[in-house]
């Protein structure tokens, strides 16, 4: 199956600083990545899409000035979680999807970046 | 709120036993999907499903999706201890671009 990866799979930062997290599609090419948060036992709470070459699609809540997304190949997505509050401690999860298909295919989800903010 | 459910929300089982969760969706889904996520780990495809009334196996799970497209269950067999995780459903709500999880259920297999 194809294979996300996710860097780092832990950081920990102090409040204030802004943290980047990767994601990369190893050996498909990802036209549309999706960023996820999840709390402990809790389900996966989609924050944002991102397709390559444009503006990423934010939900409603997710404040896109602290969540930065960049898309900008079609194998890597980033997101940059600006001047980071412990209340921003999560795990973060990214998946991406093939376009050949259409937007109904599966998602392949990264190992995921557990963020914890001091 | 959360528009996709599942109950139950945890399910302890002897092992050997049969487990069921069921996920329900105030819309009609466009497509019905299942994860399953391990302790620690992130969600795995499972299997999808797009017709009204499908039903579709994989060894020991039973996948349906409802008549009507608004729900769907997993059904697992004789469950085993390499069973335990959380298994979510999720689905494209009506014509939305985006995955919308359900809630999930955490299996526990008791040895």
């Known amino acids: 199956g194809a294979v996300v990866s996710q860097h780092p799979s832990r950081v920990i930062c102090k409040s204030g600083t802004s943290v980047k997290i990767e994601c990369r599609s190893l050996d498909f090419q990802a036209t549309t990545m999706f960023w996820y948060r999840q709390f402990p036992k809790k389900s996966l709470m989609l924050m944002a899409t991102?397709?390559?070459?444009?503006?990423?699609?934010?939900e409603q809540g997710v404040e896109k000035d602290k969540f930065l997304i960049n898309h900008a190949s079609l194998t890597l997505s980033t997101l940059t979680v600006t001047s980071a509050h412990p209340e921003d401690s999560s795990f973060y999860i990214c998946?991406?999807?093939?376009?050949?298909?259409?937007?109904?295919?599966?998602?392949?989800f990264g190992p995921g970046t557990r963020l914890t903010v001091l | 709120g959360q528009q996709v459910m599942q109950i139950p929300q945890y399910q302890h089982v002897q092992e050997g036993e049969d487990f069921t969760t069921y996920c329900n969706s105030s819309t009609t889904l466009s497509n019905i999907q299942w994860y399953k996520q391990r302790p620690g780990g992130h969600p795995v495809f499972l299997i999808q499903?797009?017709?009204?009334?499908e039903v579709k196996k994989q060894k020991r799970l039973t996948f349906q999706f409802g008549e009507a497209k608004k729900n769907s269950s997993l059904h697992i067999t004789a469950t085993q201890t390499t069973d335990v995780g959380t298994y979510f459903c999720a689905g494209h709500l009506g014509s939305a671009r985006q995955l919308t999880f359900g809630s999930g259920t955490q299996l526990t297999v008791l040895p």
């Open positions: 998946s991406a999807r093939g376009g050949a298909s259409g937007i109904y295919n599966e998602q392949f």
């Open positions: 991102s397709n390559e070459g444009s503006k990423a699609t934010y």
């Open positions: 499903l797009v017709k009204s009334g």
